[in-house]
T-cell receptor
């Protein structure tokens, strides 16, 4: 089974702190994604990556950056955390095959910014 | 603008009933759609997918229907069980990433 592991289940940070959310997948998937999930808004794409050292902006990249130094690891960075970044963050990986893409998600990191 | 949305944020059914969860999309160029299920405390899990060259696809107790004319997608769950209680998301492929709808919370009572 594909395993996508997010380093923290719950995280509490203060406004202005630099925050790192880590994600590791063990299936050698090329594609990795960061979404945030908020009540009533569903899942919104922040950033994604199709290869090591490659990154693409999603729908809501403002206030975030990412790092993909190794194929299995995709990090989400909040340079200066703000209260409106309090959310559930979901990492996913996938393999694109024959025009179909199945995402495998981690369990999520609930980030609270105080 | 482009969006993937669900008609109802919540759906309540009795155990044993059939459930139908609906989704509307606006991007007529989308050619691949997926349904995900998210249980409490977990990340979303793949349920079933369908390509735009199909109208219907069946899995185990689940069926996805695609109506391209009205840009409508539905997930049917047969003989709904308490374990089906979850949030269900439809998603469409934009070629580079999946875009998700807002989700429908399905509650199953015994």
């Amino acid at each position: 089974d594909v395993k996508v592991t997010q380093s923290s289940r719950y995280l509490v940070k203060r406004t202005g702190e630099k925050v790192f959310l880590e994600c590791v997948q063990d299936m050698d998937h090329e594609n990795m994604f960061w979404y945030r999930q908020d009540p009533g808004l569903g899942l919104r794409l922040i950033y994604f990556s199709y290869d090591v050292k490659m990154k693409e902006k999603g729908d809501i990249p403002e206030g975030y950056s990412v790092s993909r130094e190794k194929k299995e690891r995709f990090s989400l960075i909040l340079e200066s955390a703000s209260t409106n970044q309090t959310s559930m963050y979901l990492c996913a990986s996938s393999l694109w095959q024959q025009g179909e893409e199945k995402l495998f998600f981690g369990s999520g990191t609930q980030l609270s910014v105080l | 603008g482009e969006s993937v949305g669900l008609h109802l944020p919540t759906l309540s059914v009795q155990e044993g009933d059939n459930s139908i969860i609906n989704c509307a999309y606006s991007n007529s160029a989308s050619d691949y759609f997926i349904w995900y299920k998210q249980e409490s405390g977990k990340g979303p899990q793949f349920i079933i997918d369908i390509r735009s060259n199909m109208d219907k696809r069946q899995g185990q107790r689940v069926t996805v229907l695609l109506n391209k004319t009205v840009k409508h997608l539905s997930l049917q769950i047969a003989a709904t069980q308490p374990g089906d209680s979850a949030v269900y998301f439809c998603a469409e492929s934009r070629g580079t990433a999946l875009i998700f709808g807002k989700g429908t919370t399905l509650s199953v009572s015994s």
